[in-house]
């Protein structure tokens, strides 16, 4: 797919601040990584958030159509384990990142070990339950925000609709890193 192209397939402007390949995505996730762990440690001191373990996100490369999908988890300062996914491996994501609606897992122990595909951290965070929230600015793809908990059917309505405003935040702070890799 090229930097013209949107995951649907239609063609669009190129977005004028992508994420890129190589030291500039590096730079990015370096950028992003303790300001994305202020805010999981925000959204854990909500009353009845604590449950929420895991926090990834995966930073959308349109020039390459890969994501960038890293842990941040608020209690670790080591520097992140970076997954780079290509996204014609994972169709699902293609067609979630496409729309506007979370994904929801509400026990994802009816999946066993069969091979979900999910980050090294994601698969040991012992989440019970998970929401994959596409992450979205001016109407560009930006990547997922992947929020895991430790107890099945976390992800209420109510749940839902806070995550997806700190979904924006992290979208905020994806477009700041952009820009400042530049």
């Not at 159509?65 to 996914?85: G, Q, R, V, Y």
């Not at 897992?105 to 069969?114: C, L, N, P, S």
């Not at 609709?161 to 477009?175: P, Q, R, S, V």
Request: glycine share 6%; net charge negative; proline share 8%.
């Amino acid at each position: 797919m090229n930097a013209n192209t949107h995951l649907s397939g239609r063609h669009s402007a190129p977005p004028p601040n992508p994420a890129r390949a190589g030291a500039s995505m590096d730079s990015i996730v370096v950028w992003l990584q303790d300001p994305a762990r202020r805010l999981h440690g925000m959204i854990r001191e909500i009353p009845g958030f604590a449950p929420l373990r895991h926090i990834s996100l995966s930073v959308y490369d349109s020039e390459t159509d890969m994501l960038w999908a890293f842990p941040c988890h608020c209690d670790d300062t080591a520097k992140p384990e970076i997954t780079e996914i290509d996204m014609s491996d994972v169709p699902s994501l293609v067609l979630l990142a496409d729309g506007e609606e979370p994904r929801i897992v509400a026990d994802m122990a009816a999946f066993g070990d069969q091979g979900r595909y999910h980050t090294h951290g994601a698969r040991n965070s012992d989440s019970r339950s998970c929401m994959t929230a596409p992450i979205t600015l001016d109407g560009r793809f930006l990547g997922f925000v992947i929020f895991g908990a430790a107890i099945p059917n976390f992800f209420t309505p109510a749940a839902q609709d806070t995550l997806l405003t700190f979904t924006e935040a992290f979208g905020i702070l994806i477009e700041r890193a952009a820009q400042l890799s530049d």
